[in-house]
């Protein structure tokens, strides 16, 4: 089984709709983060969490919210979703003890349209 | 603040040649630099990753990076392409304590041609 699981795994919505993104790990790692990726642009952070009682903004936060529900979960919504906001999104995790603590470990993404 | 300039979106070789990707960094403070590969509907995975122990760095798949501070570069090279190297390909930094996040290069993709 995946260490890192997204679901959906694909989602199309229209303008205006609210959409929530979950995230679920095994690892058992304390830092969870929200990535999305859009054509030529790389992987831009969007929230960050490094453990259940603490949630920061990345470079791109505006129009989502997230919600850290347990040290496995992390849950990226879109309030009222737009066009702009159509790219694959990316869930990722790292330790914060052991010696790959430096390192991400990325769901396999969801791919969101929205119309 | 940190920040990576990949030099060139799209890179193309052919089988069995040489594989530069180039990845140039900016940082403040000490970084740790990361390669991740994305094979196609898949998400990202660490290649290889410098954090301060030896400049030439291995990786997975035969590719390796070299850290290179007079240059601020962490340059990817494999000396032999093969066909299931085709994917795009991320250089990322991170400061080497206190901060950990990540700050992810524009991609490179890579074509191997028959």
């Known amino acids: 089984d995946a260490d890192v699981t997204q679901t959906p795994r694909n989602r199309i919505t229209k303008t205006g709709k609210r959409i929530m993104l979950e995230c679920s790990q095994t690892k058992g790692h304390d830092r969870m983060y929200w990535y999305r990726q859009d054509p030529g642009l790389g992987l831009r952070l969007i929230y960050y969490?490094?453990?259940?009682?603490?949630?920061n903004k990345g470079e791109i936060s505006d129009g989502y919210s997230v919600s850290r529900q347990a040290q496995a979960k992390f849950s990226l919504s879109l309030e009222s979703a737009i066009p702009n906001q159509t790219a694959l999104y990316f869930c990722?995790?790292?330790?914060?003890?052991?010696?790959?603590?430096?390192?991400?470990?990325f769901g396999p993404g969801t791919r969101l349209t929205v119309l | 603040a940190q920040s990576v300039t990949q030099l060139g979106s799209h890179v193309s070789v052919s089988e069995g040649a040489l594989v530069l990707l180039r990845c140039n960094y900016s940082?403040?403070?000490?970084?740790?630099l990361f390669w991740y590969v994305q094979y196609p509907n898949q998400g990202l995975q660490l290649l290889l990753k410098?954090?301060?122990?030896?400049?030439l760095v291995k990786g997975i798949n035969g590719f390796e990076a070299e850290f290179k501070k007079s240059e601020t570069s962490f340059h990817l090279t494999k000396p032999s392409a093969h066909m299931r190297d085709a994917a795009e390909y991320f250089c990322?930094?991170?400061?080497?304590?206190?901060?950990?996040?990540?700050?992810f290069g524009t991609g490179t993709r890579l074509t191997i041609i028959p």
């Open positions: 940082s403040s403070v000490p970084p740790y």
């Open positions: 969490s490094f453990d259940v009682k603490d949630i």
């Open positions: 990322a930094v991170s400061a080497r304590w206190g901060n950990e996040k990540l700050t």
């Open positions: 410098y954090t301060s122990a030896a400049t």
């Open positions: 990722a995790t790292s330790g914060r003890v052991g010696p790959s603590t430096d390192t991400q470990y």
